[in-house]
């Protein structure tokens, strides 16, 4: 009888931990599918505006000596106009030129690459970490689980900045054309939205949900260069939800969390990562448009 | 010759050739993969183990590396080529890692992430010039064969080249498995010409360094793709003294030529017509 | 135009570094600045040019300054490669220093050994460096640091003599060579020793941050201390996750990826946490490098054995040059060889002529009081 409430305890907690790692994840994987849903590119780049919101996070609390809300709030501008002006910078001459996505690809690749060398240059490869502005102490749960305060406070924030967007994209003129150009953005372009404004502000959107992503990954691990490769993970996680989705993304977070620590902890830690991939490659051939994407039809 | 240049020059033919491989499937049959260093590593650990574990020799176990690839490569294609674009994509990267992720778990065969060392050198520069030569030559002939006519057909127009009576389906396999031949081979020699292969060798960060050659040279263009080669390998080289500063520059320079040049340096033409055109643009 | 007087910019400074060469002694150095490494770079980089500093000050070797040529290789053997070519051909470096990476290292030993130039690896501790599959001794490859048997070996020593526990977890990382041989080398030891290991898990390194899962299912076994065969943030992270799942008791054992930046990373959690380690850094004798390193970066050098292990190869590498009385590389590598009882700063070395390994090197455990490292104990297992 003591076995199977060891048994039970253990896996409610590896539950917990799923749960905690897919919320990390949804706040990256919405910043990933809400720049796919417009654009309709997967933008690589993304992992470094979340690096660039840790750091900018990290110097506002360390060098300017900020507090917590005040460094937040300068991270989510600074990652936020740095996807603004990689935008333009990088992807709009692109988009104006051509319609195919894959040179889109390739540039957000290449600056993928230039935004973590230079962060590898001019601060340096060290592993830091934010001050313990936000608690991360043990937290018991009715006895049968434990978690850290971080991890209560990082499921409140994702869930409060995913309701902020959603009422965002609901409620307010430029939500509605986000998602008219998430329709169609040449249609919506001819109805009269200024689609360079409009993209703009897709960027600056993803990019404050990135740093939001990169400040709790800096809390709950670490903060180095080399950082924005989890996003990887979110990208997966946005891919099963179903790219171009928002409640995918997040779906699609939570199970690849749940995936994770489950197999980890039940099956096999080797066995993680794959699968990571194999259910990528599952969902991509028993449905492509992921669990919650608009299907795509071959247009003739 | 200095046994540096000679380096970078089986470097060169060994990157020339999995970047036909990649060139054949992204530039003339259309389909965008992020996962072909699986296949390099798939070459690379077939020729390892038999040359090194069945003494085999170097040259037959260089071609079984590339068919080992193939096989795989086949099995792969079958479901995964129906996806479309970005979808091919995303599952060549899952399926890319997943390969690698089996290579690092299977130790008994592979000995894991600690490499697989004692490799023969056996590729030599005439062997690396030599391999190079020959794929080059099948490989024009390949693309200007009735069977490369018929990629290019389905990159530009995957429907009108089916309603054309092309068997769409099976040009994509076969570009695929061709081009998994390609870089098996290339990882093969790459494994003789380090002596010393570990799985880590064969990450995304490969992957996508093969397509963004590709794209670097121009989509469709296969002496493009070998310029594209020829320039990258060389910045690298070149940049060496300012050495922390390349993978900057590699980047910075993927985003420029993204920016102002998207169809690639040679745009879809080959070498000869490239010059033609652009002497006639002087004149 | 432009491109024109750049390229006979660059002509003339190749001209002047080759009018250069004949008055200096040419070292090359393999650093990891970018890519996985990239966190040890810097402080690799720093310390050699230190090295070389203060030699040179002192009126350098047989009379000619050194000169240290650095070049990164992107922490991957496929590149480092390439770098040691290019300073074997183009740079005609005496000898090569670095790299930290086992892998890379294992790659250029061929290539070393051709060209007969010898290569001290500072922190590449995987046997296959200096020692080539069959057992033969690559006469070539050297190396400063002790290896992953002895060092696996510390690790169940420790755990089983000196703290008296039975009962082991394993954490270690699938994707790299250095742990998966460190827990290779202490599970036997530890076995051998009367420990039992209760739990195995692995994870994936570069990616993974979430060692939740593992640690767990680790928390569910008896286990009394936990060993961590990895660097890094693959160190600090699962310290931290550990303690925030309430694992108070167990205690963490590690070898030599310990790095104090991990204070930072898992703060207070790091208490009483032992390391296997090259050097302590109240070592009296290493003083004068952290002042010096201090003044010179405004830095405290916080991943120090990389650095100091950069930092003593060359010193260990000039005074070979001294002892064969010239710069010419076959009489560098004899003499490398034949060291004997060599006083360096962090210890003192005597070279195996069998295996290139440091003979009976101690090595110091480290224990972690109030966030800093200190000095445990000197140990040698029987």
Redesign the interface.
């Known amino acids: 009888m003591k076995e199977v409430s060891?048994g039970l305890?253990?896996f409610l907690?590896?539950v917990i931990?799923?749960l905690?790692?897919g919320s990390v994840y949804a706040l990256i994987a919405v910043g990933y599918s809400l720049v796919y849903s417009v654009l309709?590119?997967?933008n690589f780049a993304h992992g470094g505006f979340l690096v660039v919101g840790g750091y900018a996070c990290y110097a506002a609390l360390k060098v300017l000596g900020a507090n917590i809300w005040v460094a937040s709030a300068m991270s989510l501008v600074g990652a936020g106009i740095v996807a603004v002006v990689t935008e333009r910078?990088?992807y709009k001459?692109?988009r104006e030129?051509?319609n195919?996505?894959?040179?889109?690809?390739?540039?957000s690749?290449?600056?993928?690459?230039?935004i973590?060398?230079?962060f590898?240059?001019f601060v340096?490869?060290?592993?830091?970490?934010l001050p313990?502005v936000i608690p991360?102490?043990?937290v018991?749960l009715f006895g049968l689980a434990?978690?850290?305060a971080?991890d209560l406070l990082s499921l409140v924030a994702s869930v409060v900045f995913l309701g902020a967007l959603q009422i965002f994209l609901l409620r307010t003129k430029w939500g509605l054309a986000i998602r008219a150009a998430a329709y169609d953005l040449r249609t919506a372009g001819l109805m009269g939205v200024n689609v360079n404004l409009l993209v703009s502000i897709v960027f600056f959107v993803a990019g404050a949900l990135a740093a939001v992503g990169g400040i709790f990954?800096s809390v709950?691990?670490?903060l180095?260069?080399?950082l924005g490769?989890?996003t990887?993970?979110a990208f997966?996680a946005a891919?099963i939800g179903g790219?171009g989705s928002l409640p995918g993304a997040v779906v699609g977070s939570i199970i690849l969390g749940l995936a994770?620590?489950?197999?980890?902890?039940f099956i096999s830690?080797?066995?993680?990562?794959?699968v990571v991939?194999?259910l990528?490659?599952v969902t991509?051939?028993v449905k492509?448009s992921g669990l919650f994407g608009k299907n795509v039809s071959?247009k003739? | 010759m200095s046994g540096y240049t000679e380096g970078i020059i089986i470097l060169l033919c060994i990157n020339a050739i999995a970047g036909m491989g990649v060139s054949l499937l992204t530039g003339f049959a259309g389909v965008?993969s992020l996962g072909h260093a699986a296949y390099m590593a798939l070459g690379a650990y077939t020729t390892a183990i038999l040359t090194v574990q069945y003494s085999m020799h170097w040259l037959p176990a260089i071609v079984a590396g590339g068919i080992v690839a193939m096989i795989v490569a086949y099995f792969i294609g079958v479901?995964?080529l129906?996806?479309?674009?970005?979808?091919f994509?995303?599952?060549s990267l899952?399926?890319g890692?997943?390969i690698r992720?089996?290579l690092e778990?299977w130790q008994s065969v592979t000995r894991g992430a600690r490499g697989y060392p004692g490799i023969d050198p056996y590729t030599t520069l005439p062997v690396a010039v030599g391999a190079f030569l020959i794929l080059l030559i099948l490989m024009f002939n390949f693309i200007n064969s009735r069977y490369g006519r018929a990629c290019k057909a389905c990159r530009d127009d995957?429907?009108a080249a089916s309603l054309l009576g092309f068997n769409t389906a099976n040009i994509r396999i076969l570009a695929l498995v061709l081009s998994a031949f390609y870089c098996g081979v290339a990882g093969a020699l790459l494994g003789g010409f380090l002596s010393f292969i570990q799985p880590v060798m064969f990450d995304?960060m490969k992957s996508?360094e093969l397509?963004?050659v590709v794209?670097f040279g121009g989509?469709g263009s296969m002496s493009g793709t070998l310029l594209g080669t020829l320039v990258i390998t060389l910045v690298t080289e070149l940049f060496r003294p300012i050495s922390?500063?390349r993978?900057?520059i590699?980047?910075?320079?993927?985003?420029i030529i993204?920016?102002?040049r998207?169809e690639g340096i040679l745009g879809n033409r080959e070498l000869p017509s490239f010059f033609r055109r652009f002497l006639r643009r002087d004149s | 135009m432009r491109k024109s007087v750049l390229f006979l910019a660059m002509l003339c400074l190749c001209v002047v570094s080759g009018a250069w060469a004949e008055e200096t002694i040419k070292v090359g150095y393999l650093a990891g600045?970018?890519g996985?490494?990239?966190?040890?770079?810097?402080p690799e980089v720093n310390a050699v040019k230190l090295a070389a500093e203060e030699i040179n000050a002192k009126g350098g070797v047989l009379g000619k300054k050194l000169e240290i040529v650095i070049y990164d290789y992107k922490s991957r053997p496929e590149d480092a490669v390439n770098a040691v070519r290019r300073l074997i051909d183009h740079d005609k470096v005496v000898a090569i220093l670095g790299s930290a990476s086992s892998g890379a290292n294992i790659a250029t030993a061929p290539l070393v050994n051709r060209a007969g130039i010898p290569q001290i690896g500072t922190l590449s501790t995987n046997p296959l460096v200096t020692v080539d599959e069959k057992g033969k001794v690559r006469p070539f490859m050297f190396r400063i640091c002790f290896i992953d048997p002895y060092q696996g070996r510390l690790i169940g020593y420790f755990a089983a003599k000196e703290l008296k526990k039975k009962k082991a977890a394993i954490l270690y990382d699938?994707g790299s060579d250095y742990s998966q041989g460190l827990r290779e080398y202490f599970t036997k030891s530890f076995t051998e020793y009367g420990g039992t290991i209760v739990a195995d898990?692995?994870?994936?390194g570069?990616?993974?941050?979430?060692f939740?899962?593992?640690l767990?299912?680790i928390?569910?076994t008896d286990a009394e201390i936990l060993v961590l065969p990895n660097i890094?943030?693959d160190l600090?992270?699962p310290i931290?996750q550990a303690?925030?799942?309430?694992m108070k008791d167990i205690i963490y054992v590690g070898g030599d990826g310990y790095g104090e930046?991990?204070v930072?990373?898992a703060?207070k959690a790091l208490d009483g946490s032992y390391w296997m380690y090259h050097l302590a850094r109240q070592d009296p004798a290493m003083k004068p490098f952290f002042d010096s390193y201090k003044a010179k970066y405004n830095d405290d050098c916080?991943?120090f054995a990389i650095a100091v292990l950069a930092y003593d190869s060359l010193y260990w590498l000039a005074d070979s040059i001294t002892r064969a009385g010239t710069a010419e590389p076959k009489a560098i590598r004899d003499a490398l060889e034949a060291t004997k009882e060599l006083k360096l700063h962090h210890a003192t070395l005597t070279m195996d002529p069998k295996t290139h390994n440091p003979l009976d090197k101690d090595a110091v455990v480290l224990t972690v009081q109030d966030g800093k490292s200190v000095f445990f104990k000197k140990i040698r297992p029987q």
Not at chain 2, 82 to 87: E, K, N, Q, V
Not at chain 2, 250 to 255: D, I, M, Q
Request: hydrophobic share 45%; charged share 15%; glycine share 8%.
């Open positions: 060891h305890e253990t907690q590896q931990n799923g905690s790692l309709l590119f997967s910078l990088a001459p692109i030129r051509t195919v996505t894959l040179y889109l690809l390739i540039a690749m290449g600056m993928s690459i230039v973590e060398n230079l590898v240059i340096g490869g060290r592993f830091r970490a313990p991360t102490s043990p018991s434990t978690t850290s971080f990954l709950r691990y670490t180095y260069p080399q490769g989890i990887i993970k997966v891919v790219l994770e620590m489950l197999t980890a902890g830690s080797q066995l993680r990562d794959l991939f194999s990528l490659v991509l051939l492509p071959e003739v | 965008f479901p995964t129906r996806l479309m674009g970005d979808y994509a995303i599952a899952g399926l890692e997943a992720l089996i778990n995957y429907i995304m996508t397509t963004a794209v989509l922390q500063y993978m900057l590699y980047g910075a320079v993927l985003v993204m920016v102002i998207p | 600045i970018t996985d490494f990239a966190a040890y770079g810097q699938v898990y692995g994870f994936r570069g990616q993974d941050m979430d939740r899962a593992q767990t299912q928390k569910a890094g943030k600090a992270l931290k303690s925030e799942l309430g930046f991990m930072e990373i703060g916080q991943e």
